[in-house]
C-alpha cells in the first residue's frame, strides 16, 4: 500500500488534485447539510459571500454544536475522500480501468461522511427515513457512529485500489 | 449524488407525510406548490400564542424550535439579538416562539413549562432563561423537577403556581398539537424559522444560520 501510495503522490499533480477534492469534499458536506438555506438564497439571488457565510457559519455549527470529534471526522472523511477519488483517478489513467465493484465502497464512505454531517438544525430527517425521531441527536456520540466506519471504509478503499494497482503491474515497486 | 442527500439531509425533498391543508382547531395551514426557488406556505398563527413586538407590525417571524436543540441555542445566542433590535424592537416584525419539542421527554416537560409561564405572563422570560441556561440534551437537565428548581431564579415567578401547572400537565395536547403543525408546514429541523405574513406568505429558514441570512429574507419580505 505504501508503495502504490509513493507512486501516485510523486506527482505533485495528484497532491494538488488531492488538496482540491478534499476543500471541495468539505464543502459540500457543509452544502448538503444547508441545501434549504442555499435554495432560499438562490431564490433570493443573494451575494456569493453569503453563500460562503452559510458554509463557515456551518463549520462553526457543527464544531460548537457537535463537538470537535464530530468536527475532526467531517475533515477526516473530507482528506480520505480526496485521496480516495486522486487514487481512482490515477488508476483510471494508468490501468483504464475503474478497479472492479471494490472501489465503489469508496462512494459508500463518502456518502456515510456526508450523512454524518451535522447540520446547522436538529434534524427530524432521519424519522423521516428510517423512523428515528431526533435524527443524529438522539445517537450517543452524535453523529460519530456513522462517521467513524465510513473512514473505515474509506481506507479499506484505499487499501484496495493500492492492492489493484501493485496487482496490474503499473507500479513501479 | 450530493443533491440527492442534501435533498434528504437538508430537508427539502418532500419527505413528511403531509398530504394537504390541515385543520386545527383556529389554524389552517396550506403549503404551496414550489413556483419559484423557495418554497413559500400559508401559515395562521394560533391566536394564544404570544408575541414579542408591536402588533402593528407588518411582518412576522415564527420560529418552530425544541428548549433542548443546541442549533436553537446557538440562533438564540447569535442571530435572535440582532433580528430583534433591528426589526423587532424598531416595529417592523413581531416575533413568535412556537414549539417542535421531538428530541425527548425533556423537550416536552420544557414545552410545557412554556405555557405555565405564559399563564403568569411569563413565556419570553422563560423562553430566554432556558436558552441561556440550556444543558446537553437529553442529559436530564430540564426533568420536572430540575425544571421547577431552575424557574425559581426567573424573576417575579410565582413557582408554586407553575410546579402545579407543571405537574397537571395542563398543556401536554398544545405542546403536541403545535409540533404537529410544524410537521404540517414541512419542518424537518429545528430551529426552522418562518417569515412573512397573510398577504405575502412565508419564506422559510432553516438552522441556525447567520444574521445576513434572516436579514436577506426579512428585507426581501418588508420589501
Redesign the interface.
Known amino acids: 500500500m505504501k508503495n502504490a501510495f509513493q507512486s501516485v503522490f510523486r506527482n505533485p499533480k495528484y497532491i494538488v488534485a488531492s488538496v482540491l477534492i478534499s476543500s471541495l469534499m468539505f464543502f459540500i458536506f457543509i452544502l448538503a447539510n444547508n441545501f434549504a438555506t442555499f435554495v432560499t438564497l438562490l431564490g433570493l439571488n443573494s451575494p456569493p459571500k453569503l453563500f460562503i457565510e452559510v458554509v463557515t457559519n456551518g463549520a462553526a455549527n457543527i464544531l460548537a454544536a457537535s463537538g470537535i470529534a464530530l468536527f475532526a471526522s467531517i475533515i477526516a472523511v473530507s482528506i480520505l475522500s480526496g485521496l480516495t477519488i486522486s487514487m481512482i483517478i490515477y488508476q483510471l489513467r494508468m490501468t483504464r480501468s475503474f478497479g472492479c465493484k471494490r472501489n465503489l465502497a469508496g462512494f459508500g464512505g463518502i456518502f456515510g461522511g456526508a450523512f454524518s454531517s451535522a447540520c446547522s438544525a436538529c434534524s427530524t430527517t432521519l424519522a423521516s427515513i428510517f423512523g428515528v425521531a431526533g435524527g443524529l441527536s438522539i445517537f450517543p456520540l452524535k453523529g460519530l457512529e456513522v462517521s467513524l466506519p465510513s473512514i473505515g471504509i474509506l481506507v479499506a478503499s484505499m487499501y484496495f485500489i493500492s492492492k489493484g494497482l501493485v496487482e496490474s503491474g503499473r507500479c513501479k515497486i | 449524488?450530493?443533491?440527492v442527500?442534501?435533498?434528504?439531509?437538508?430537508?427539502?425533498?418532500p419527505?413528511?407525510n403531509f398530504t394537504g391543508a390541515v385543520k386545527e382547531s383556529n389554524i389552517v395551514i396550506q403549503p404551496q406548490q414550489p413556483q419559484?426557488?423557495?418554497?413559500t406556505v400559508k401559515l395562521q398563527i394560533p391566536s394564544f400564542a404570544p408575541s414579542r413586538g408591536s402588533d402593528s407590525a407588518q411582518l412576522n417571524i415564527v420560529e418552530f424550535g425544541?428548549y433542548q436543540?443546541?442549533?436553537?441555542?446557538?440562533f438564540f445566542q447569535q442571530s435572535e439579538p440582532q433580528i430583534k433590535q433591528d426589526y423587532v424592537d424598531t416595529g417592523k416584525a413581531k416575533f413568535y416562539f412556537l414549539d417542535f419539542q421531538?428530541?425527548?421527554p425533556d423537550s416536552q416537560t420544557l414545552g410545557q413549562g412554556a405555557w405555565c409561564a405564559n399563564d403568569q405572563g411569563k413565556y419570553y422570560d422563560y423562553h430566554d432563561y432556558s436558552y441561556s441556561h440550556q444543558g446537553q440534551?437529553?442529559s436530564g437537565w430540564a426533568t420536572p423537577d430540575k425544571l421547577k428548581a431552575l424557574a425559581v431564579n426567573i424573576s417575579g415567578f410565582d413557582t408554586a403556581k407553575f410546579d402545579s401547572c407543571l405537574d397537571s400537565k395542563k398543556y401536554e395536547a398544545r405542546v403536541q398539537q403545535l409540533t404537529q403543525i410544524g410537521q404540517g408546514l414541512g419542518?424537518?429541523?429545528?430551529?426552522?424559522i418562518f417569515i412573512g405574513n397573510d398577504q405575502k406568505e412565508y419564506?422559510?429558514?432553516?438552522?441556525?444560520?447567520?444574521y445576513?441570512?434572516f436579514k436577506?429574507?426579512i428585507d426581501?419580505q418588508l420589501g
Open positions: 449524488m450530493f443533491l442527500i442534501g435533498y434528504f439531509i437538508g430537508g427539502t425533498f419527505v413528511s419559484q426557488m423557495q418554497q425544541d436543540c443546541p442549533f436553537c441555542g446557538r421531538f428530541l425527548g440534551e437529553n419542518v424537518s429541523g429545528t430551529p426552522t419564506i422559510s429558514v432553516v438552522g441556525a444560520q447567520p445576513d441570512v436577506q429574507v426581501k
